[in-house]
DNA sequence: GTGAGGATCGTCT
DNA sequence: GACGATCCTCACA
């Protein structure tokens, strides 16, 4: 006997109103996609960081709530995207419920869709490596056109988002659990993720 | 192949 | 005024 598939294998807010290390581990292997102008962009999530927000001095989410960081204490499933370092946008999943905050950072894919135009997007040949393309939180929002005007605040639970991210069924590998990375506060926590391919 | 340092600007103090 | 959840380039081994 075989379970029917589900409709839309888009990943609801239930998924996200779990903590934040919870969310984070179970999107290793997950889909993320982007629908931009009729085409879909879309990468396998290989690596992620966990945000707990109020009691992780990493977190933006830490000192309180602001203009720029309240996506992190809305509702579970909003992307929230920011801008660092004067250049690099990067690309977060809000998660817990409505009023307590928390996130995951993406911080890498492997290109599965659109690889031609991630290539353009990053001023890269067609035929660059995916290191090179979505290797990085500030690469991978480049390679898919995420930016914080246009793609902040956005619930990618909803199926009408340009953005959402997919469950393609259980993905080979092991799960590494190592400690943060470019962070200088709470730095020994190990709560970032990586999913290594089996060879 | 690896490590160090510069670029650049929004946000908070 | 200082810092930051990064990336790229260059120098050196």
Sequence with gaps: MSLPLPQSPILTSDFFVRSPEIVARAMLGKVLVHHRKGERLSGRI???????????PASHAFRGRTSAN????GPPGV???YFIYGMHDCLNVSCL???????????????????????????LPADAKPQQLTGGPGK??????????????????????????????RSPGTIEITPRIGISKAIEQPLRFVLKAVK
Excluded: Q, W
């Design 97 to 123: 419920p409505d009023g307590e905050p928390g996130g995951v950072l993406i911080r890498a894919l492997t290109p599965l869709e659109g690889i031609k135009t991630m290539a353009r997007l990053r001023g």
């Design 46 to 56: 290989i690596e992620v960081e966990a945000y707990l927000g109020l009691s992780d």
């Design 70 to 73: 309240a996506v992190l204490f």
């Design 79 to 81: 992307a929230y995207v």
């Design 140 to 169: 991978l929002c480049e390679a898919f056109a995420i930016t914080r005007a246009t793609h902040n605040g956005i619930d990618v639970t909803k199926v009408e988002s340009s953005i959402h991210i997919e469950d393609h069924g």
